[in-house]
């Protein structure tokens, strides 16, 4: 079992940057994946970036790629997602969650991840 609580959240300027950060406690953090997903108002949940347990591998959606890094420290049990250049198709909640399994290539697919926390609320002003 996995508990996760999102923060970071918040509202930004377009062009801005905003860092959000993932705490896990449960099960030892340091053997499984995590991912960021996001969810805009009457959109479908969508995958965001993922990173592997050793931080060895990251896979990133096209439409954030050069704009935002996912990266862990597994000594703090968190996860980050640091985003700059923020544009107006960024707002949503963002949600770290974490899958029952180990697998490669790194999980992409909502269905594919089982623990999810309640997210963080990122807001970007034009």
């Known amino acids: 079992q996995v508990a996760l609580v999102e923060s970071g959240g918040g509202l930004v300027q377009a062009g801005g940057s905003l860092r959000l950060s993932c705490a896990a406690s449960?099960?030892?953090?340091?053997?499984?994946?995590v991912g960021w997903f996001r969810q805009a108002p009457e959109e479908e949940r969508e995958f965001v970036a993922a990173?592997?347990?050793?931080?060895?591998?990251?896979v990133y959606a096209d439409s954030v790629k050069g704009r935002f890094t996912i990266s862990r420290d597994n000594g703090k049990r968190s996860v980050y997602l640091q985003m700059i250049s923020l544009q107006p198709a960024d707002p949503a909640v963002y949600y770290c969650p974490v899958p029952e399994r180990r697998s490669f290539p790194l999980p992409s697919k909502k269905a594919q991840y089982d623990y999810w926390g309640q997210g963080t609320q990122v807001i970007v002003s034009s």
């Open positions: 990173i592997s347990p050793s931080a060895g591998s990251t």
């Open positions: 449960g099960r030892a953090f340091s053997t499984y994946h």
